[in-house]
């Protein structure tokens, strides 16, 4: 960084001409980066911005045939109408829950992980290890929610074969609710556990050999190297990927719970995404009223990476904006 | 540190042990519908738990290449992933080595802008309705325009491209080389390492999508193969979202369901050792500039 730092200071001391002269002067000078950057501009302007206008349906009664301009405007009803649905409190329980179970069960397995891979003494088995676990991470919700179908269904799943071989029942893991976050959670777990070491290993390598030899002389065992060198060169960044976790809690993983939602579990798995896209698309056409809702969720997921944002600098870390 | 002592050895006994488990645990699932999808209908029936081939038989294979309309869809997740991955990496990187340069006015309101995307969109109806009429509705390119750019990528990229000593892109400018010439002949091929990396992301991302086709595609024959695979394993199995989305598919045998997957797995089982190479570098490189 500093290193840069200098090449820029050095840069700038040479003679720069488009630095001299007027704006205009420095803009014609950097035409060929205009022309660059034009295809990434647009696609920022009409994919990422134009579609924003479109926000506004949410205090209309949009109708399509008449347009956006011709469309009634009805304040915030549509926001009303769906803090004031049941469907509200649910979708939020659903989301509220699987950010729990996430929570608890998901978060702290790749840093147990992290750790016994920085405490393998054998470079090539931890490479392998790495390797294995890393694996599911690159298949896709449809591939893994697939595997899940043809492994957990009570017609021939292996895994229901076992059940039935030791106690002679079937669980019906894919249609029960009961089921259902655990089957999430663990799909989670499969496929970012071996993936969500990286960062962590990343901080545990820079943690000076030194330290632990010192320790080992001053006769520390292994668990209280663990406690008083490990753990603190980590707990920054697990600090800060705790709050990272929290800004974005209300984003759950759409497109893998669309796949394992059916009719028969949607009670506790809807969450906002799947929401919008039956009632806005699928099912019923409620335009309007699904981008309030999509717009209600990107506010709150808005003003919470931004409060993640202030407690991680609160708490010493960089943050994370 | 010489000293191995017992309980040493005992502890790296048992960490060596529980990774092991853990890395079981990891490659069964993939390994039992690979080893299924290669073994007789018959073998599978007989012994349920199959981790190796067993009566080792194509005919799954055979009867999934001889149906046209998974091999369709192969063949457009191909094109869309090949034509894509190019598409998607030249627009990033001009837009990044222009980014890269601090004297080019309006360089700071581009760089807002494309942090802002990363924390707020404008969610799928509006995106929706504003890509409809642009006429996206049934074409692949509604499987490649929304994310053309992904602005992470973009501001990796812009990073790497910023450390490139100066003095070679001045030097060039001297000899009268315009600023397209200078990133297709000198940046471009000092940067192949970063290109391949974020090629593989970009390549990965657009195999393992299904959401926009969902979303925009309505023609059966346009289907990507994560969407057929979708109808084939999960809406076959009288579970997921929307039955009957034009395709009446019968529930297929169970090794041909696992030759299924596993032909759409296939092609990220391939170019796995090369992503697992750089990935972990390129995240590195993201958290550490993000």
């Known amino acids: 960084m500093s290193q840069t730092r200098a090449k820029e200071r050095l840069a700038s001391m040479l003679p720069q001409p488009p630095r001299i002269g007027s704006l205009w002067k420095r803009i014609a000078a ?20 134009t579609p924003m206008w479109g ?10 045939a008449l347009g956006f301009l011709g469309s009634e405007w009805i304040g915030l009803k549509n926001f009303t109408d ?51 676990t890393y694996m599911p991470h690159f298949l896709s919700w449809v591939i893994i929610a697939s595997i899940c179908q043809v492994m957990f269904t009570t017609e021939g799943g292996i895994i229901n074969d076992i059940i039935f071989a030791l106690s002679g029942k079937k669980l019906d893991f894919l249609t029960n609710p009961r089921f259902f976050r655990g089957m999430i959670t663990g799909q989670v777990i499969w496929r970012e556990t071996g993936w969500g070491t990286i960062i962590f290993l990343a901080a545990l390598s820079g943690v000076d050999p030194q330290l632990y030899d ?26 800060t990927m705790l709050i990272l976790r929290l800004g974005h809690f209300l984003d759950t993983g759409f497109s893998q719970i669309f796949l394992m939602v059916n009719p028969l579990n949607r009670d506790v798995g809807e969450v906002f995404d799947t929401y919008i896209y039956r009632q806005g698309i699928k099912e019923y056409s409620k335009l309007s009223y699904t981008t309030a809702v999509g717009m209600f969720k990107s506010v709150v997921g808005l003003a919470l990476v931004f409060c993640a944002d202030r407690i991680a600098k609160k708490s010493g870390s960089s943050g994370i904006l | 540190m010489g000293n191995k002592s017992l309980s040493a050895k005992l502890s ?3 960490l060596i ?66 034509a894509g991955t190019a598409l998607k990496m030249l627009v990033t990187l001009m837009l990044a080595y222009a980014l890269a340069h601090k004297d080019m006015p309006g360089r700071k309101i581009i760089n807002y802008a494309v942090l802002i995307t990363l924390v707020f969109s404008a969610g799928m109806i509006p995106n929706f309705i504003t890509f409809t009429s ?41 000899d009268g080389a315009n600023d397209a010439r200078i990133l297709f002949s000198i940046i471009v091929p000092l940067s192949m390492a970063t290109i391949a990396t974020f090629s593989l992301f970009y390549a990965v991302v657009i195999w393992n999508s299904y959401f926009d086709a969902i979303l925009y595609i309505n023609e059966a024959k346009k289907f990507p193969v994560q969407v057929l695979l979708r ?11 929307s039955s009957g989305m034009g395709l009446d598919f019968y529930v297929p045998p169970r090794t041909v369901r696992m030759a299924v997957i596993t032909a759409a797995t296939a092609p990220i089982l391939v170019v796995y050792p090369f992503l697992q190479k750089y990935f972990a570098k390129g995240v590195m490189l993201g958290s550490v500039k993000g």
């Not at chain 1, 926000?55 to 399509?64: C, D, P, S, T, V």
């Not at chain 1, 010192?214 to 600090?239: C, E, K, M």
């Not at chain 2, 194509?58 to 992933?81: E, N, P, Q, R």
């Open chain 1, 55 to 64: 926000l506004l349906i949410a205090f209309q009664k949009y109708n399509a």
């Open chain 2, 17 to 82: 042990a529980v990774l092991f488990a853990v890395s079981v645990v990891m490659i069964i699932p993939i390994l039992h519908v690979v080893a299924s999808s290669f073994s007789s209908q018959a073998a599978l029936i007989q012994s349920k738990f199959l981790l190796f081939p067993t009566d080792f038989s194509l005919d799954a294979y055979k009867y999934v290449f001889s149906t046209s309309t998974f091999m369709d869809g192969m063949k457009i997740s191909l094109l869309i992933t090949v």
């Open chain 2, 231 to 241: 109808q084939i394993i999960l809406l076959s199995g009288s579970l997921g979202d």
């Open chain 1, 214 to 239: 010192a320790a080992h002389v001053d006769g520390a065992n292994g668990w209280q190297r663990l406690w008083s060198i490990t753990l603190p060169a980590i707990f920054g960044t697990i600090i």
């Open chain 1, 30 to 49: 950097n035409k060929w980066l205009y022309l660059l950057a034009l295809p990434g501009v647009l696609y920022f302007v009409l994919f990422r911005y």
């Open chain 2, 134 to 174: 642009y006429g996206l509705k049934n074409s692949l390119w509604a499987l490649i325009l929304p994310a053309l750019i992904d602005p992470f990528n973009l501001i990796v990229i812009r990073s790497f491209i910023q450390e490139i000593p100066a003095e070679i892109e001045e030097s060039a400018k001297i």
């Open chain 1, 82 to 132: 769906f803090f004031s649905s049941p469907d509200f409190t649910n979708l939020f329980r659903n989301t509220f829950i699987l950010a729990i179970y996430n929570l608890f069960f998901f978060f702290p397995l790749p840093i147990v992980l992290a750790l016994m891979l920085n405490s393998v003494r054998s470079y090539r088995y931890k490479r392998i290890v790495q390797t294995v």
């Open chain 2, 12 to 14: 790296q006994a048992v």
